[in-house]
């Protein structure tokens, strides 16, 4: 895996794509909302306050979770949703 001038790993367009169906699959699934508000909340929690900062600070931890299922599989499960979107 290609690395950045920083030493710290860079994922493939595959790895970052899977990252983020993950991060978003994980989001849906935790937030009891309307789709168009989970992703105004979603898009809120994520804004960057600082480097490796986000406004909601489980956010982060949340993506790296993702980075790193999407390193450890290429599978890609589809979440079961509770609400009728």
Known sequence: MPTAGDEEPRLTLDEAYRAAWHFIARYAMREPASAAERFRFML?????????????????????????TALASTDLPFPHLHDKD
């Open 44 to 68: 809120g929690s994520m804004k960057l306050d600082g480097h490796r900062q986000t406004s909601d600070p489980a956010t982060w931890h949340g993506w790296i979770g993702s980075v790193d």
